[in-house]
């Protein structure tokens, strides 16, 4: 079982930059970052490979986002600058056994950390 704990959102004005964490022993797992805004689905917003080989990046967030692991430490980073309102949600981290970095096949899911874009 693997178990993945968010950390680092929080309050932030539009144009500001955030990074969060994901603490997990993932090291051989792809792990990617998702959102949930309020009454919304939850959507995929960046993964990385295994070894941080492939990278992949939603549309909405290429550009400003950047995501990486440092696997010593146990953590998957999301760093994310020139933040807008509409980046506004609960960002989740999770992990999943294959090296596709595509947004399907995760199979262990944090349990969330809000971020929160003012005007």
């Known amino acids: 079982q693997v178990q993945l704990v968010e950390s680092g959102g929080g309050l932030v004005q539009a144009g500001g930059s955030l990074r969060l964490s994901c603490a997990a022993s993932?090291?051989?797992?792809?792990v990617g970052w998702f959102r949930q805004a309020p009454g919304k689905e939850r959507v995929f917003v960046a993964a990385?490979?295994?070894?941080?080989?492939?990278?992949n990046y939603a549309d909405s967030v290429k550009g400003r986002f950047t995501i990486s692991r440092e696997d010593a430490k146990n953590t998957v980073y999301l760093q994310m600058s020139s933040l807008k309102p509409e980046d506004t949600a609960v960002y989740y981290c999770?992990?999943?056994?294959?090296?596709?970095?595509?947004?399907?096949?995760?199979?262990?899911w944090g349990q969330g950390t809000q971020v929160t874009v003012s005007t």
């Open positions: 999770a992990a999943k056994y294959q090296t596709s970095t595509t947004p399907t096949g995760y199979l262990y």
């Open positions: 990385i490979s295994s070894r941080g080989g492939y990278r």
């Open positions: 993932v090291s051989t797992y792809t």
